[in-house]
């Protein structure tokens, strides 16, 4: 058994290495300056870059557990922060595709328990678009629904409660049947007893310490507290893009613009449905960061060269700049955009 397990892990490995044949791209120039790039930085996590889902470069650096110099490895398990949102979407969407749900429906009609006059106004897609105005369930709006975007967990927590209201199901089980069907492995709703190997999250303090952050799963689950780990992100981005988990015409309306932020990292940013990109870019960078207590992790697809960037960190510095914050995951972003770009260009 253990000869037949290395000949697969044998085989596997040489079939992630890119090469000149067949067309294929070699990415040992693109390797070399992730190295670069991430040398002399006080990054700890993981990083994963893949073609599809062929690993072409992956590293973890650091530790998993700072108290007791636990190094960390590629399977490791991460919180995954707002990346959670677009699980959500995607599970609203495969709904939208039965025919159980329409994205212009009031969510007064799937929750009842909601006395609020506004839950007849707002809709799926509002919920989906961060446009619904809903600062708490027991106030008023804070504007009129589709006016103005204002970045919200709570809609996301409504749109699960939504699913569960549609299938008759807790979201804990929506989420952890769709890992399941995809092989999706590593993959868990943090309700889940099953994981066992979600590191440690730590949280740089005033005195410049790391230091164990204990509530990085105190969001709701539906908007930032899913866990993962880099296999698994490389794979959903694969399935998604490969129009497995929704089809062509569902994918297309994820991917649409419907909202513009001022965003405290990139400034002007584009927003899908739980996807984010620059002004005309979702066929050339398209994701989500995300954030959670100790944790900061960005996944990003790139079309045209049809790469995978995935960088999970369980270190928060710097929280009062968040382009420092995640300033090896823009670092990256930059770079693999630069060969996304050369590859489009190549085939004009």
């Not at 670069?36 to 072409?56: E, H, M, P, Q």
């Not at 108290?67 to 919180?79: M, T």
């Not at 440690?200 to 866990?227: C, D, H, Q, R, W």
């Not at 398209?286 to 992790?297: M, N």
Request: charged share 25%.
């Amino acid at each position: 058994m253990k000869l037949i397990r290395g000949i697969l892990i044998l085989l596997i490995c040489c079939s992630c290495q890119p090469n000149k044949k067949g067309g294929e791209i070699k990415y040992d120039k693109l390797n070399t300056k992730i190295d670069r790039l991430i040398s002399n930085t006080d990054f700890n996590g993981v990083i994963a870059i893949a073609k599809d889902t062929s690993l072409i470069y992956s590293k973890a650096i650091g530790f998993s557990d700072f108290e007791n110099k636990k190094n960390l490895k590629l399977n490791d398990q991460f919180v995954i922060g707002s990346i959670s949102k677009q699980i959500t979407a995607v599970l609203i969407l495969r709904e939208y595709e039965k025919g159980t749900i329409r994205l212009e429906d009031k969510i007064a009609q799937y929750l009842k328990e909601i006395e609020q006059a506004w839950a007849k106004d707002i809709s799926v897609h509002h919920l989906l678009m961060h446009t619904h105005g809903i600062i708490e369930l027991n106030q008023p709006l804070e504007f009129e629904p589709g006016t103005q975007f204002k970045y919200s967990q709570l809609g996301y927590e409504l749109l699960a409660q939504i699913l569960q209201s549609i299938t008759n199901q807790s979201f804990h089980e929506i989420s952890e049947e769709l890992f399941v069907l995809y092989g999706l492995n590593n993959s868990f709703h943090p309700k889940s007893k099953d994981y066992k190997n979600l590191v440690k999250g730590y949280t740089e303090e005033g005195s410049g310490n790391l230091m164990f952050s204990s509530n990085s799963l105190y969001n709701y689950a539906a908007a930032g507290s899913f866990i993962s780990n880099a296999e698994d992100l490389v794979k959903w981005n694969y399935l998604l893009h490969s129009k497995q988990l929704l089809k062509k015409e569902t994918l297309e309306l994820m991917k649409t613009r419907y909202a513009t932020r001022n965003h405290p990292i990139f400034e002007t940013i584009e927003y899908g449905y739980g996807l984010l990109f620059k002004e005309g870019e979702n066929n050339v960078q398209i994701g989500a960061l995300g954030y959670a207590p100790g944790f900061v992790s960005a996944s990003y697809y790139y079309p045209e060269s049809k790469l995978n960037l995935i960088v999970l960190e369980n270190a928060a510095r710097n929280l009062n700049d968040f382009k420092e914050t995640f300033k090896v995951h823009l670092k990256l972003m930059s770079e693999i955009k630069k060969t996304n770009v050369q590859q489009y260009l190549k085939r004009q």
